[in-house]
C-alpha cells in the first residue's frame, strides 16, 4: 500500500479523522445540491463564496455533538446525525422540485396535507439519483461495519469537542456576516426563502422556519377578543372618506 494511502488511512482511523472526513462528505453533497438542484439566485464572487462556506458550520457543530461521547457510541451518534441531516436535504431537494420553494415548520406540522399533495405526484418528481446524496452514509455505515475504517475506543477530550464546536460557532458569526454586509437585515425583514437558503444554509433554514412557527403560533395563542375591539374602535374613529366613485354616482343621480 503506498504511504499516502496508508498515513490517511490512518488518519480516518482516529475519532477526529472519522469527524473530518464525515463533516468533508456532507459538505460536498450539500454544495452539489445548492448547484444543480437549487435555483439560488448567486451573484458575484461573494456570495458564491457565502454558499461554498455556509454548509460547514452547522455541519461542524451538529456533528460534533457525537463527539461529546464515548466510544463506539460517538461513532453511531455521529453517523444518525449525518442520516437526519441527508434526510431533510433529501426532502427539500424533492419538495423544492414540485414547488419552487423549501419546506417551512409550518409545511411540517400540516405533514398530512402536505404529504397528500406531494404524495400524488411522488412517481414523477424523485429521480433515482436522488438517493445518492445517501451514498456517503451508507459508506461510512459499511467502511464501519467491515472494518475497514476501525472505531477508535479512545475517549475524544472534552476541550477538543468544545474547540470544534467554538470553530463551528466563529464560521457560522463569519457566514452572518458578511451575509448582513451582502444583505442587511436578513434575518429581521421578511425575504423569500432562497436568500436564507443561499445566505445561511439549508440547516440554519430549518431553525430560521421552526422559530418563525413558534412565534407565530405564541402571537395568535395571546390573541384576545379585547384586541379585535381596539381594532374596531380605531376603524371607527378612522373611517375613511366617501369613495370617489361612490359619490360621482350619487351627485350623477341627483342631478339627473
Given at each position: 500500500m503506498p504511504k499516502f494511502i496508508k498515513n490517511t488511512v490512518g488518519k480516518v482511523n482516529t475519532t477526529l479523522g472519522f469527524y473530518l472526513l464525515t463533516v468533508?462528505?456532507?459538505?460536498?453533497?450539500?454544495?452539489?445540491?445548492?448547484?444543480?438542484e437549487f435555483t439560488l439566485g448567486v451573484k458575484g464572487p461573494v456570495q458564491e463564496f457565502i454558499l461554498f462556506l455556509n454548509p460547514f458550520p452547522t455541519a461542524i457543530v451538529l456533528l460534533g455533538i457525537a463527539l461529546y461521547f464515548r466510544g463506539r457510541l460517538k461513532y453511531w451518534i455521529m453517523m444518525i446525525i449525518d442520516a437526519l441531516q441527508t434526510t431533510w436535504l433529501f426532502a427539500n431537494i424533492l419538495y423544492y422540485r414540485e414547488f419552487s420553494d423549501f419546506m417551512s415548520a409550518g409545511v411540517i406540522k400540516s405533514s398530512g396535507a402536505a404529504s397528500n399533495n406531494l404524495g400524488k405526484s411522488l412517481g414523477q418528481i424523485i429521480h433515482?439519483?436522488?438517493?445518492?446524496?445517501?451514498?456517503?452514509?451508507?459508506?461510512?455505515?459499511?467502511?464501519l461495519a467491515f472494518k475497514v475504517i476501525r472505531i477508535d475506543p479512545r475517549p475524544f477530550k472534552i476541550r477538543y469537542a468544545a474547540t470544534l464546536t467554538m470553530i463551528g460557532v466563529a464560521l457560522f458569526a463569519v457566514d452572518l456576516g458578511m451575509s448582513e454586509h451582502d444583505r442587511s437585515d436578513l434575518l429581521t425583514r421578511t425575504f423569500d426563502n432562497?436568500?436564507?437558503?443561499?445566505?445561511?444554509?439549508?440547516?440554519?433554514?430549518?431553525?430560521?422556519?421552526?422559530?418563525?412557527?413558534?412565534?407565530?403560533?405564541?402571537?395568535?395563542?395571546?390573541?384576545?377578543?379585547?384586541?379585535?375591539?381596539?381594532?374596531?374602535?380605531?376603524?371607527?374613529?378612522?373611517?375613511?372618506?366617501?369613495?370617489?366613485?361612490?359619490?360621482?354616482?350619487?351627485?350623477?343621480?341627483?342631478?339627473?
Amino acid at each position: 500500500m503506498p504511504k499516502f494511502i496508508k498515513n490517511t488511512v490512518g488518519k480516518v482511523n482516529t475519532t477526529l479523522g472519522f469527524y473530518l472526513l464525515t463533516v468533508v462528505l456532507f459538505w460536498l453533497k450539500t454544495y452539489i445540491a445548492y448547484k444543480s438542484e437549487f435555483t439560488l439566485g448567486v451573484k458575484g464572487p461573494v456570495q458564491e463564496f457565502i454558499l461554498f462556506l455556509n454548509p460547514f458550520p452547522t455541519a461542524i457543530v451538529l456533528l460534533g455533538i457525537a463527539l461529546y461521547f464515548r466510544g463506539r457510541l460517538k461513532y453511531w451518534i455521529m453517523m444518525i446525525i449525518d442520516a437526519l441531516q441527508t434526510t431533510w436535504l433529501f426532502a427539500n431537494i424533492l419538495y423544492y422540485r414540485e414547488f419552487s420553494d423549501f419546506m417551512s415548520a409550518g409545511v411540517i406540522k400540516s405533514s398530512g396535507a402536505a404529504s397528500n399533495n406531494l404524495g400524488k405526484s411522488l412517481g414523477q418528481i424523485i429521480h433515482g439519483t436522488d438517493f445518492l446524496v445517501y451514498a456517503d452514509v451508507v459508506l461510512l455505515i459499511l467502511l464501519l461495519a467491515f472494518k475497514v475504517i476501525r472505531i477508535d475506543p479512545r475517549p475524544f477530550k472534552i476541550r477538543y469537542a468544545a474547540t470544534l464546536t467554538m470553530i463551528g460557532v466563529a464560521l457560522f458569526a463569519v457566514d452572518l456576516g458578511m451575509s448582513e454586509h451582502d444583505r442587511s437585515d436578513l434575518l429581521t425583514r421578511t425575504f423569500d426563502n432562497n436568500y436564507i437558503v443561499k445566505y445561511l444554509g439549508l440547516n440554519t433554514y430549518a431553525g430560521y422556519s421552526f422559530y418563525q412557527t413558534e412565534k407565530e403560533s405564541a402571537t395568535r395563542a395571546q390573541a384576545s377578543s379585547s384586541d379585535m375591539k381596539s381594532v374596531l374602535a380605531y376603524l371607527k374613529k378612522n373611517q375613511a372618506g366617501e369613495n370617489v366613485n361612490t359619490l360621482v354616482k350619487r351627485r350623477a343621480r341627483t342631478s339627473s
